[in-house]
């Protein structure tokens, strides 16, 4: 992980906003198709009745994840997986993009806040991929939490979209950028982990695809 990348982890651990805001703003094409296992749009129902049963369910969604928060919060930190059982998770070809170069790995420590992460990036022609995955060892790791708080955002735009979502089983965060053909995809694994792919110059569901592509079983076991 560069120095960027952990100093801007690090603000997002000070900044009470950062949960959200280390998150770029990105927006959705209204012709833009719905992944599969994307949550359906919800019928808003008309007049008034309609509007607070919405705001009602949404809140409730909100309570959820807010428990779901705190019970994470009174988790003891534990040690991070060994960043080379990571990096090893990462091979040298990934969903048919063969990897540009070596993985990337360490272990970041801060007092309490300890996490372990690899790194690898792939490309075909024009088309990118950056794969990274993170143990954040039950210390709060503000991704995670942006992940499960953003589960009912939804935002769409001519240029594409983000939203919450679920990718085989996981709760994500999903972002597309129609007309620079970019996308972002967080996903958290067993409320520690973290697989984060970035695309450039590719097709829609790619970063979907990469991350089927990875050994998520493994990872889990390894953070079990």
């Known amino acids: 992980m560069g120095t960027i990348q952990i100093t801007r982890i690090v603000l997002c651990l000070v900044s009470a906003a950062g949960v959200i805001a280390c998150t770029p703003e990105s927006s ?3 012709g ?3 992944p599969e296992d994307a949550p359906a749009a ?3 129902g008309t007049g008034l009745f309609g509007q607070l049963n919405n705001a009602a369910e949404m809140g409730k969604n909100l309570e959820q994840m807010g428990q779901k928060l705190e019970e994470l919060q009174k988790r003891p930190a534990v040690d991070p997986v060994d960043f080379k059982a990571l990096a090893a998770l990462l091979p040298d ?3 048919g993009f063969p990897a540009k170069k070596k993985v990337e790995a360490e272990k970041v420590s801060m007092g309490q806040f300890k996490i372990s992460q690899a790194e690898r990036r792939y490309a075909e022609g024009k088309s990118g991929v950056t794969v990274q995955i993170i ?3 039950y210390t709060s790791f503000p991704m995670v939490s942006m992940v499960l708080m953003a589960q009912n955002v939804s935002r769409e735009g001519m240029d594409g979209y983000e939203r919450g979502t679920k990718v085989d089983g996981h709760l994500a965060f999903e972002k597309w950028k129609s007309e620079r053909q970019r ?4 996903v958290v694994v067993i409320d520690r982990c973290v697989g984060s792919i970035r695309t450039k110059e590719v097709e829609e569901k790619t970063a979907r695809k990469i991350f089927s592509a990875l050994d998520i079983d ?3 076991t390894l953070a079990d």
């Open 218 to 220: 493994a990872l889990q």
């Open 28 to 30: 959705e094409s209204p």
């Open 32 to 34: 833009a198709e719905r």
């Open 93 to 95: 070809e990934l969903a």
């Open 135 to 137: 143990d954040g060892a």
């Open 42 to 44: 919800k019928d808003e």
């Open 183 to 186: 996308g972002e995809l967080t």
